[in-house]
């Protein structure tokens, strides 16, 4: 009998991607009690997501977060246990989002007794519908907010396409921040692939200093990463 090597398809399915939760009866049994002790006041004030573990991906795990009122809850499942996360929106300092094909990652930065914390949401791109406006919300921005209107408004600095197009199509996500957008600081890497060294890869980076923070912008072959630094958040 002839064995061959089959390709295990790695790709999440629809089952596996974050939904949101619109009725209190969808919460899942596990983050149920914790998520309707967290809420002060109705249901309808409060946006909840939830991420169920990808069976494809050994490092996934569920969770739920739900904002509002300028709160965060934060629950994940630990072994056989529920760890929760809470805190105001005015303590985050820092939010990074990530995205390598078909991974993408939230990590959101904050302090609490002088110290600083990180949570990490993995997530599938697909649904980026769902965390974007939890990004704009933690920034206080008001919803519905775009990036392109705003771009609009106050046009990059033409430089910046001839220098590299990849970073100011992505430099659209840094009005996020602000609307002045005149300096940059921008540098780039040629990296050699050490098995092929006639392989080259560009890796580039993009700082910009706005009026609520600095935007920083990391890219290389399939990884994007953008980096909000929060001066101070609209509340």
Not at 34 to 58: C, H, N, V
Not at 75 to 86: F, G, Y
Not at 196 to 212: G, T
Request: hydrophobic content about 35%.
């Amino acid at each position: 009998m002839k064995l061959t090597n089959k390709t295990i398809d790695k790709r999440p399915t629809m089952a596996e991607w974050p939904i949101r939760i619109w009725n209190i009866s969808e919460f899942p049994d596990l983050f149920k009690k914790e998520a309707l002790s967290w809420m002060q006041g109705p249901f309808d004030k409060y946006i909840f997501i939830y991420a169920p573990k990808r069976r494809t991906s050994r490092q996934s795990f569920p969770y739920l977060f739900g904002y509002g009122k300028d709160s965060i809850l934060f629950l994940r499942e630990t072994d056989d246990r529920v760890v929760s996360v809470t805190f105001a929106r005015p303590q985050i300092t820092r939010i990074d989002t990530r995205r390598e094909l078909l991974n993408a990652e939230l990590i959101i930065t904050y302090e609490e007794n002088k110290a600083s914390h990180t949570l990490q949401m993995p997530y599938v791109p697909s649904v980026y519908y769902l965390y974007d406006p939890f990004l704009d919300w933690m920034l206080g921005l008001e919803k519905g907010f775009s990036p392109a209107l705003a771009e609009r408004a106050h046009p990059r600095p033409d430089r910046l396409y001839h220098e590299s197009l990849a970073m100011f199509n992505y430099s659209l996500n840094a009005y996020r921040l602000g609307t002045s957008f005149t300096e940059y600081a921008y540098s780039s890497k040629v990296r050699r692939n050490r098995w092929m060294p006639w392989k080259k890869d560009l890796e580039e980076w993009l700082e910009i200093p706005l009026e609520h923070g600095t935007f920083r912008l990391h890219s290389f072959k399939y990884l994007t990463e953008c980096t909000y630094l929060m001066r101070c958040v609209p509340i």
